[in-house]
């Protein structure tokens, strides 16, 4: 399993942009899927973005598309998610994790980081 080290999270107020990095090491394979999920205040942890190690094909869900985007440095084992026009719906602790395939299911994502909070204040 991999590593994962979410950091870049914090305070911003409504309108502005934060950028998420997550350092992945340990079992990192170009066919691994990365993906970002955000848990808000007694809510379930839900799908936000992924990305393919391999060919950087993405997929947003559709409350952030437009105005989030995920990348990833593979030779450096980053993956980031720059966040703009952020409003207080964003509001949540956003995780990375890896999984086998290109999903947005949870269950299926087999490694986690420890979460980078972030909060927008409106």
């Known amino acids: 399993q991999a590593t994962l080290v979410e950091s870049g999270g914090g305070l911003v107020q409504a309108g502005g942009s934060l950028r998420l990095s997550c350092a992945a090491s340990g079992h990192i394979f170009s066919w691994y899927h990365m993906g970002w999920f955000r848990q808000a205040p007694g809510k379930e942890r839900e799908f936000v973005a992924r990305?393919?190690?391999?060919?950087?094909?993405?997929y947003y869900t559709d409350s952030v598309k437009g105005r989030f985007t995920i990348s990833r440095d593979a030779a450096r084992n980053m993956v980031y998610l720059q966040m703009n026009s952020l409003n207080a719906e964003d509001t949540a602790v956003y995780y990375c994790?890896?999984?086998?395939?290109?999903?947005?299911?949870?269950?299926?994502?087999?490694?986690w980081g420890q979460g980078t909070r972030v909060t927008v204040s409106s």
């Open positions: 990305i393919s190690w391999s060919d950087g094909n993405t």
């Open positions: 994790a890896s999984a086998l395939r290109p999903t947005v299911r949870r269950a299926e994502y087999n490694s």
